[in-house]
């Protein structure tokens, strides 16, 4: 199993989760965050100045077998991606091990 972690833009948040179910990814989990980036960007919106690198992005978790592993990152892709500075990262680790609280089922049953 795969823990894939992306950290995306707050606006494309409901375009992804729409990308993951259309996918059959119905669970994940995620929070607000503010980061800063590499590459420092200023822009000026309807009379405002922003620093991309302090607007706030959603991070996702999405635990999933390791054979979805490219059909999610690729969904995750296409559908977060603007082309502008800021567009957010995707992050994949191993899973050692997934337990279900609730029954105490282990590995890809848990998912």
Request: with cysteine; glycine share 10%.
């Amino acid at each position: 199993m795969k823990k894939i972690e992306a950290t995306i833009r707050s606006s494309k948040f409901d375009e992804v989760q729409d990308a993951l179910h259309n996918i059959g990814v119905d669970y994940f989990t995620y929070m607000e965050v503010k980061g800063v980036g590499k590459q420092k960007s200023e822009v000026f919106y309807r009379g405002a100045h922003y620093d991309m690198g302090s607007i706030p992005r959603i991070m996702m978790d999405i635990v999933v077998p390791e054979e979805k592993v490219d059909q999610v990152v690729e969904c995750i892709l296409k559908a977060a991606k603007t082309g502008e500075i800021g567009d957010g990262k995707i992050f994949i680790y191993d899973v050692e091990k997934v337990i279900r609280i609730r029954s105490g089922e282990v590995g890809k049953a848990a998912l």
